[in-house]
């Protein structure tokens, strides 16, 4: 399984700023993911990390608030935008050699607090 | 719609018995499930996974059965430890849309 590395492990930040959470992966991946997990609550997926190319979003998740950015196939980051109380959640980053529905590995999760 | 639950919310289980985590999916097409446990403060770890051609299978101290038949999946542990203590979720590969659908999720205390 590959070892997956999440920046910053967590953050409390003020209402309308933005932050951007990092993921490195420790060999190169086909699929990476990032999902987000509201307190007490399941993993919802935010959208598919493409390489080189734009990311797809999942319904409910647009790109405006959540950009995304893959310029390899080792590392990725998530921008949460404009920040609201709303925003606060786990994020994290997943990755797969085989694809979106198959075994995912996570990494530690970045705990987003927003006042 | 899609869904993938759990019977219970919170399982309480005494060190060293053996643990049932329960699932319900509503998907008959779904032909992969999984299962994570996700200790406070971190990602969710893979556990064991299971597909549709299979109705059982098993790892170290862990299996996963499956019945299609009821749209059911469990996690059974043997000789649940304090290390145990997590909480489980389930996923399925619902086939249409390719993604793994996760449940809401199970926490297993484990008492000492």
């Known amino acids: 399984s590959a070892v997956i590395s999440q920046k910053p492990s967590r953050d409390i930040c003020q209402r309308g700023t933005s932050l951007t959470i990092q993921c490195q992966v420790d060999s190169q991946v086909t699929m990476m993911f990032w999902y987000r997990q509201q307190p007490g609550q399941s993993l919802t997926l935010i959208a598919t990390a493409n390489q080189g190319s734009e990311a797809t979003y999942e319904s409910g998740f647009v790109i405006d608030k959540f950009p995304i950015s893959r310029p390899n196939l080792t590392f990725s980051t998530l921008t949460v935008s404009n920040m609201s109380p709303e925003d606060s959640s786990i994020y994290l980053c997943?990755?797969?050699?085989?694809?979106?529905?198959?075994?995912?590995?996570f990494g530690s999760g970045t705990q987003l607090s927003v006042l | 719609g899609e869904s993938v639950g759990l019977h219970l919310p919170t399982l309480s289980v005494q060190e060293g018995d053996n643990s049932i985590i329960n699932c319900a999916y509503s998907?008959?097409?779904?032909?992969?499930f999984i299962w994570y446990k996700q200790e406070s403060g971190k990602g969710p770890q893979f556990i064991i996974d299971i597909r549709s051609n299979m109705d059982k299978r098993q790892g170290q101290r862990v299996t996963v059965l499956l019945n299609k038949t009821v749209k059911h999946l469990s996690l059974q542990i043997a000789a649940t430890q304090p290390g145990d203590s997590a909480v489980y979720f389930c996923a399925e590969n619902s086939g249409a849309t390719n993604k793994l659908i996760f449940g809401t999720g199970t926490l297993l205390a484990v008492q000492p």
């Open positions: 998907n008959s097409a779904s032909d992969y």
């Open positions: 997943s990755v797969s050699q085989q694809g979106a529905g198959e075994k995912l590995f």
